[in-house]
């Protein structure tokens, strides 16, 4: 059974680059479609991107100026990075494996990241 | 596009609730339709995708369809129980880009 694991650094200063890590096991990184999704603290879901090892990454039209995915096949992890971090990133960040590339199917438990200096 | 849900709805136990999620513009058939329930304080988990097929393990309590003529997509739960209780979320997309609607709030009580 595939489980998701995002992991980061839970603290990032304004400007900075937050980065996060999605360790999966028990299934390949290599055969599916991968998200990220966020969720600012009260508020609704925000879909960020995804990507599938073949292929060129897909952002959010309001983040893709600030955002990097990638995938380590030989790690079997998938990552974020985003640049110049304000308050408003501040919240929950989840990856989820997806169905085609356009259904989340399998969820993490997610990590918070809280922008402060 | 946006898609529109209810703020909130109340049912009791036993009961049937229905989710709305309306699209504003593009046809609701042209893309597929998700559904996420989200627990107070957990991850969300996906309880329909592709309009109404159920993830392995989703009870079939949980039905989804959607209706042209309201260019909308619903989320039907029958037999309500406390469980229940979340945040709703509806999803879909068109060519590079995913919409999420703003969200349900089910109260089961």
């Known amino acids: 059974q595939v489980q998701l694991q995002e992991s980061g650094p839970g603290l990032v200063k304004p400007s900075e680059t937050l980065s996060l890590t999605c360790t999966i096991s028990g299934d390949s990184i290599s055969s599916y479609y991968w998200a990220w999704i966020r969720q600012s603290p009260g508020k609704g879901l925000e879909w960020i991107g995804y990507m599938q090892n073949s292929w060129r990454p897909t952002y959010s039209p309001s983040l893709q100026s600030r955002v990097t995915m990638s995938l380590d096949t030989s790690k079997n992890e998938f990552s974020l990075k985003v640049l110049s971090v304000t308050a408003s990133d501040t919240g929950v960040y989840y990856c989820?494996?997806?169905?085609?590339?356009?259904?989340?199917?399998?969820w993490g438990q997610g990590t918070t990241v809280t922008v402060a200096s | 596009f946006m898609l529109t849900q209810p703020h909130s709805l109340s049912e009791s136990p036993g009961k049937t609730v229905t989710i709305s999620c309306t699209r504003s513009s593009g046809s609701i058939a042209s893309r597929h339709v998700q559904w996420y329930q989200q627990r107070p304080g957990s991850a969300p988990t996906t309880v329909i995708y592709e309009d109404e097929e159920r993830p392995s393990g989703v009870s079939d309590r949980f039905s989804g369809s959607i209706d042209t003529s309201s260019n909308s997509a619903s989320l039907t739960i029958s037999g309500l129980k406390t469980e229940d209780e979340a945040d709703y979320y509806c999803q879909s997309y068109d060519t590079n880009f995913w919409v999420f609607g703003g969200g349900t709030k089910l109260t089961v009580l």
């Open positions: 989820a494996r997806l169905r085609a590339w356009y259904a989340a199917v399998v």
